[in-house]
């Protein structure tokens, strides 16, 4: 993990396309500002997770839904 100190109002760059700015600087909390490319898609932490593995589960089989989708395939 890269560990980098910036103070409000200062930036980073991910490549040419994604700039993170400090906002706001409150205690333990702090505002950021992200700058990326419109076609790309940003989730907090929480809501990745969450649908990571709703999509792990939703990729699991059972036989009986295989069977299942056998005995609609022959109607």
Do not use: C, F, H
């Not at 560990?3 to 409000?8: G, K, N, V």
């Not at 760059?13 to 898609?41: A, C, S």
């Not at 709703?54 to 990729?59: F, G, K, V, W």
Request: glycine fraction near 4%; avoid cysteine; proline fraction near 1%.
């Amino acid at each position: 993990m890269l560990i980098l100190t910036r103070r409000a109002g200062e930036s980073i760059y991910l490549d040419d396309d994604i700039k993170i700015t400090v906002l706001e600087v409150q205690g333990k909390q702090i505002k950021l500002g992200l700058d990326v490319p419109d076609d790309m898609t940003v989730y907090r932490e929480e809501v990745y997770l969450r649908i990571r593995e709703q999509n792990r589960l939703a990729l699991q089989t059972s036989q009986s839904d295989l069977l299942a989708a056998a005995k609609l395939w022959k109607k």
